[in-house]
């Protein structure tokens, strides 16, 4: 019997999935798999990681789902080479489909994994799913990624279509007579067999936002205080528990300001494919030499929140607890570690990877190098917000500030690590310093 395989990744649902609908629409049946990446895994620094407890759900939950539907769910941990390898000579595969993913390492993977395929005489199928405009769909007048947010997100807009949107049927076509019935199907993994401990953190239901916060979401969004302030969908995002089209359509509906985040999440994913030496250097390269400081126990009194700035800090602390921070907190955070203790981004971009629950690497390294000046799109290098302005703008009743930090206002909060005024003008000189360097 000749099958198909489909290849989850960040895609981990079953309605409006392109490469799904894709594969169950390819004449042969199909055999969903998902496979727990040894070469991403082996690398977490914790045992205990809420993001792979997360995923092992929906992997399983995906299981019940297919079996359900009378088909076979697969799940391995290993390495996906070795796995295809094994799965292309147990069984007769015409084809390999999957949906694209834009990071450094996932490309290289995907190239090796199509020539495996290819030797196998199967074909390798990778769709565009998670983003509306991918790679190369939307370039600037000079062929490359335009470099200021607002261009982009113009043409984005002048580019899209209604179909752009349009759900993929393949909630609809996942029916036992499109999937297969393998005779010995491996049992899945465990969480346990793959060396790690079930780590739960709290996420959102994974179905759209209620319309009420998206009608008000851009008068809320800047609001940490309130738990409902933004749509808390990052997560579902991050894993394809929702579909990036049914967001989107609900905020071109509704609210411009959400609709414009969610382009800011399609420009990031497309740098990071057009310029993946990005993952781990800044841009301009004549910027890689900024003297950052690297002051180690300032950088521990940062990731403890324990700066004596308490926006910072209540971001540190709610982030440590809970794995998420809302975006006006990840800027205060992010701005103080980059300006006022001149630490190099790359030390922040590493802590939130290793604890943000929604971490993605386009996101958080297109979002670092942005606060960090130093980026493909940056913001001016001059620009040192306050944190306390911060705070009194953003949290002026401190309800965001006393959740986190019990013991403002105390003589147990600690002094400030640095004076604002002494930080910036710090910061200020040494980032012009580094920039006329550059431009010598
Ligand atoms: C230093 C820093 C690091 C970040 N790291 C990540 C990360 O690893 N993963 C991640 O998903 N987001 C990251 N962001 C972007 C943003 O903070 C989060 O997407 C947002 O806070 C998630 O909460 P939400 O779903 O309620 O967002 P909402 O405000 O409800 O926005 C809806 C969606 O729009 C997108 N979006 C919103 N703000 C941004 C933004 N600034 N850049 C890109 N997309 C955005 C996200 O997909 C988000 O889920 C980072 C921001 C900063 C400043």
Redesign the pocket.
């Known amino acids: 019997m000749k099958i198909t395989l489909f290849w989850h990744r960040r895609d981990l649902r079953l309605h409006d999935n392109a490469g799904l609908a894709a594969a169950l629409q390819s004449g042969y049946p199909v055999v969903p798999l998902f496979i727990y990446d040894r070469e991403i895994l082996d690398l977490l620094p914790s045992r205990r990681d809420a993001r792979v407890t997360f995923i092992y759900d929906q992997v399983e939950r995906l299981g019940q789902e297919t079996a359900q539907a009378g088909g076979n769910f697969l799940a391995f941990y290993g390495r996906p080479l070795g796995v295809f390898e094994q799965l292309l000579t147990q069984y007769e595969v015409a084809a390999i489909y999957t949906n694209e993913d834009y990071e450094p390492y996932a490309a290289e993977r995907d190239t090796a994994v199509a020539a495996l395929a290819q030797r196998h005489s199967a074909t390798f199928q990778a769709l565009k799913d998670q983003v509306i405009f991918a790679k190369n769909e939307l370039l600037g007048k000079s062929g490359k990624p335009a470099r200021t947010f607002g261009s982009y997100r113009k043409a984005w807009l002048e580019k899209l279509q209604d179909s752009d949107l349009q759900p993929h049927p393949s909630k609809e076509l996942f029916t036992a007579e499109r999937l297969a019935r393998l005779p010995e199907a491996p049992a899945r993994p465990t969480l346990a067999a793959m060396g790690f401990e079930e780590f739960r953190q709290e996420v959102p239901a994974n179905e759209l936002?209620a319309e009420a916060l998206v009608r008000n979401?851009h008068l809320t969004?800047n609001t940490p205080g309130r738990v409902d302030?933004?749509?808390?969908?990052?997560?579902h995002?991050?894993f394809g528990t929702l579909s990036?089209r049914e967001?989107m359509r609900q905020a071109q509906a509704l609210n411009p300001k959400?609709l414009a985040?969610?382009i800011?999440?399609d420009?990031?994913m497309m740098l990071l494919w057009h310029y993946p030496i990005t993952a781990t250097e800044s841009f301009e390269p004549r910027l890689r030499q900024v003297p950052y400081r690297n002051n180690e126990a300032e950088f521990t009194a940062w990731c403890e929140g324990r700066t004596g700035y308490p926006l910072v800090d209540a971001g540190m602390r709610e982030l440590n607890a809970t794995g998420?921070?809302?975006?006006r907190a990840?800027?205060a955070?992010?701005g103080f570690l980059v300006k006022h203790l001149l630490i190099d981004w790359r030390w922040?971009?590493r802590y939130?990877?290793d604890k943000?629950l929604?971490?993605?690497?386009s996101?958080?390294v297109?979002?670092?190098q942005?606060?960090a000046g130093i980026g493909v799109v940056a913001a001016p290098w001059f620009r040192v917000y306050s944190p306390q302005s911060q705070l009194e703008s953003y949290d002026p009743d401190y309800t965001y500030v006393k959740r986190w930090v019990p013991e403002f206002g105390t003589a147990t909060y600690p002094a400030p690590i640095v004076d604002h005024k002494f930080a910036r003008q710090r910061a200020i000189d040494t980032l012009r310093a580094a920039y006329r360097a550059a431009a010598e």
């Open positions: 936002p979401y969004r302030s933004s749509t808390r969908r990052s997560v995002l991050r990036v967001l959400l985040e969610l800011w999440r420009y990031f998420y921070l809302p975006n990840r800027i955070a992010a922040g971009d939130f990877a943000l929604d971490y993605d690497m996101q958080n297109g979002n670092w942005w606060m």
